[in-house]
């Protein structure tokens, strides 16, 4: 294996002018990437020119550089942050998140500056990776908008995310620039920087071509066909009987056309009214009526508020109207923080295969994900409501949770995107949802049986020893900076 001669820092000589200007510069390559509709192939070489800056720069101003720089790159998010909470709030969350990227940014510089060969090149990818680790599973948001999700177009490379979960698609994405900072700092000098360089594209090479042989599987299965509906307007608690009655029978019109047209189940998105207990039997035998009348599945999604905590159901109807099943969501957005919160997984025999239920941003979890990969679903309905500047970013997220474990996804969004994808993260259909008279998308696809992944069985394992790892990387660091100062 390589070394682990210590390397030593280069001599600062940068100005302070230069410095900030450099670090506003970073900021703005990062920004490319970390918006909502990121430049993809920008996210293999962004992180380097901020590293290289903070190790060229004396140590006490290096945090202040990162800070600036991340501050620059997270304020592209902020706008999108202020649709979905008040202003305050969404500068808080904005600055936290900088300030989370500038202390991964800050931890690593320092080991690519002083430690040897593997200590330097892993510890961007090993802290990155398990921070947002800890982030998707301590936060109410998990890793929303994650450095990983970046690469979910690149699809021999998202394969990976079936045996190691986002965590190993991040590590993989992060270690590659970490390798050019490296030598960019230090060249060819320190020994071992060669055969470690040869691993890093070795392990780039390997889980591509995992990735590659991945995709060329063919399953075979039932052709079903599917149905879309979106309308972007809603209907709130006040709302009045003739704006109901034209979204309803937009909705009714849209769902009729797709049943002539051979549906046999019908998918419309996430709260498409907000009701009052009273008022929720009414809108129950309304969409009951609607299956009956076209004969066919229809999975819809209302929100009852009033005598106790809001809650946001999606109702499963069968082709003779009978309620399936009422499944509530999990996973609480930003506006929905009061909301009483689902405990259980719906599984139903839907058109021939077997489906689960979800709401939105349910699906931005990959442990809630896991339940039902574990539950050997084969497709996952999902009824949802997006905010349009991150409607491409939710509906990639959803679409991992099924390269993870396996399965389809059908999601139907407001102010987003009409999905279905494969288990493989192929997209098969898309449009973008309208407001009135609504958009619909219709499907014909092969349904074939849930692919059995490493990740369901075993979840983030990886993610978990990376942070593991990255402890003792930070308490060794600790140790050899202050043998370094004497």
């Not at 599945?297 to 003779?320: C, M, Q, R, Y």
């Not at 409501?385 to 991150?390: E, G, K, M, P």
């Amino acid at each position: 294996m390589v070394s682990r001669q210590a390397v030593s820092a280069p001599a600062p000589s940068l100005s302070l002018g230069t410095s900030v200007a450099l670090a506003l510069g970073c900021g703005v390559l990062l920004r490319l990437v970390v918006q909502l509709e990121p430049v993809a192939w920008l996210a293999w070489v962004a992180p380097v020119p901020a590293l290289v800056l903070a190790s060229r720069s004396p140590h006490a101003r290096t945090r202040w550089l990162m800070v600036l720089a991340a501050l620059v790159a997270q304020s592209g998010n902020l706008s999108a942050l202020t649709r979905i909470m008040p202003a305050g709030l969404a500068i808080g969350v904005s600055g936290a998140l900088a300030l989370v990227l500038a202390g991964i940014l800050n931890a690593a510089q320092r080991h690519l500056r002083h430690a040897s060969v593997v200590p330097g090149m892993l510890a961007l990818p090993l802290l990155w990776t398990a921070v947002d680790t800890v982030m998707a599973h301590a936060l109410p948001d998990g890793n929303w908008n994650s450095y990983a999700y970046t690469q979910v177009g690149m699809l021999p490379l998202l394969q990976v995310t079936s045996i190691l979960g986002v965590p190993g698609l991040l590590f993989v994405l992060t270690l590659v620039p970490s390798a050019i900072a490296f030598v960019l700092l230090h060249g060819r000098r320190p020994r071992g920087t060669v055969r470690a360089c040869i691993a890093v594209m070795l392990t780039l090479a390997v889980t591509m071509a995992f990735g590659a042989a991945r995709l060329r599987q063919r399953q075979a299965g039932p052709s079903v066909t599917i149905g879309l509906v979106a309308i972007d307007d809603a209907i709130g608690l006040q709302a009045r009987a003739p704006y109901i009655g034209a979204i309803r029978s937009a909705y009714a019109a849209r769902v009729a056309e797709l049943a002539a047209q051979g549906a046999r189940l019908v998918v419309l998105p996430e709260k498409i009214a907000v009701t009052t207990p009273a008022g929720a039997g009414e809108w129950q035998r309304y969409f009951s009526d609607l299956a009956a009348a076209q004969r066919v599945g229809l999975l819809a999604s209302i929100t009852i508020d009033g005598g106790g905590p809001p809650e946001n159901f999606a109702w499963l109807f069968g082709a003779d109207g009978r309620l399936d099943d009422a499944y509530l969501k999990h996973h609480l957005a930003p506006p929905e923080r009061a909301y009483r919160a689902g405990t259980n997984f719906a599984v139903r025999d839907v058109s021939g295969f077997r489906a689960g239920l979800a709401i939105c941003k349910d699906m931005h979890f990959a442990s809630f994900a896991r339940e039902y990969g574990a539950r050997d679903v084969a497709v996952v309905l999902v009824p949802a409501w997006d905010f349009t500047v991150d409607r491409t970013l939710a509906a990639r997220m959803t679409m991992v949770r099924g390269v993870e474990n396996g399965f389809m996804v059908i999601r139907s969004s407001r102010d987003g995107l009409l999905t279905v994808s494969s288990a493989y993260g192929r997209v098969i259909a898309e449009r973008p949802s309208a407001g009135m008279p609504g958009a619909g998308l219709l499907v014909t696809t092969v349904v074939p049986p849930p692919i059995r992944t490493v990740y369901t069985r075993f979840g983030d394992w990886f993610g978990w020893l990376c942070v593991a790892g990255a402890a003792v990387l930070l308490v060794a660091g600790r140790r050899r900076l202050r043998a370094l100062t004497g």
